[in-house]
T-cell receptor, first 115, second 113 residues
Framework: NAGVTQTPKFQVLKTGQSMTLQCAQD?????MSWYRQDPGMGLRLIHY???????DQGEVPNGYNVSRSTTEDFPLRLLSAAPSQTSVYFC??????????????FGAGSRLTVL | QKEVEQDPGPLSVPEGAIVSLNCTYS??????FMWYRQYSRKGPELLMY????GNKEDGRFTAQVDKSSKYISLFIRDSQPSDSATYLC?????????????FGTGTRLTVIP
């Protein structure tokens, strides 16, 4: 059981380049999300999805796109990379509990540097 | 004011010490309280999860919630070098939507052998 798998683990981009961070989970979780983690800022929600075909914005969505065509996959696209997007990105998933308890399973992270 | 405040540390203790990690929050609607542990260059993993007030114990770890003071704590007894990590608190309210999970910024703990 792999859990949440993120690729790539490391990436260096030049300003203006685009790329996609991949996220896949094998737990049949309906809810998936992307966070970025920066020093002193903690984890901030970028986008999330409550099921295939449904996505919504989180706290810091600008400069990022997502889509959810299958339950398993939730890719994050950087449209035109900027140095401010240098960060560690985490994908996370959970089953809907119906109770508000948000116990997430995280991937190992993707470390992105934008020059 | 942030929803959740957490002292970033860093905190350095000798092996065997009792460690206390804390978070305060402002939203009285929070009912679910979690502690995640994050090793260096890894993703956060759930350590403890409690609902409403009170204590919960799991081995050397105790999570405590004081809703009247809007204050949560994680105690680690007989700390080990393997406990060296960043500890994140997180909390959410009941039935408030899929994205309503608030994290502290994390406290970095080092346990010295």
């Amino acid at each position: 059981n792999a859990g949440v798998t993120q690729t790539p683990k490391f990436q260096v981009l030049k300003t203006g380049q685009s790329m996609t961070l991949q996220c896949a989970q094998d737990m049949n979780h309906e809810y998936m999300s992307w966070y970025r983690q920066d020093p002193g800022m903690g984890l901030r929600l970028i986008h999330y999805s409550v099921g295939a075909g449904i996505t919504d914005q989180g706290e810091v969505p600008n400069g990022y796109n997502v889509s959810r065509s299958t339950t398993e996959d939730f890719p994050l696209r950087l449209l035109s990379a900027a140095p401010s997007q240098t960060s560690v990105y985490f994908c996370a998933s959970r089953q809907p509990t119906g109770s508000g308890a948000n116990v997430l399973t995280f991937g190992a992270g993707s470390r992105l540097t934008v020059l | 004011q942030k929803e959740v405040e957490q002292d970033p540390g860093p905190l350095s203790v000798p092996e065997g010490a009792i460690v206390s990690l804390n978070c305060t929050y402002s939203n009285s609607a929070f009912q679910y309280f979690m502690w995640y542990r994050q090793y260096s260059r890894k993703g956060p993993e759930l350590l403890m999860y409690t609902y409403s007030s009170g204590n919960k114990e799991d081995g050397r770890f105790t999570a405590q919630v004081d809703k009247s003071s809007k204050y949560i704590s994680l105690f680690i007894r007989d700390s080990q070098p393997s406990d060296s990590a960043t500890y994140l608190c997180a909390m959410s309210a009941l039935g408030t939507g899929a994205n309503n999970l608030f994290f502290g910024t994390g406290t970095r703990l080092t346990v010295i052998p």
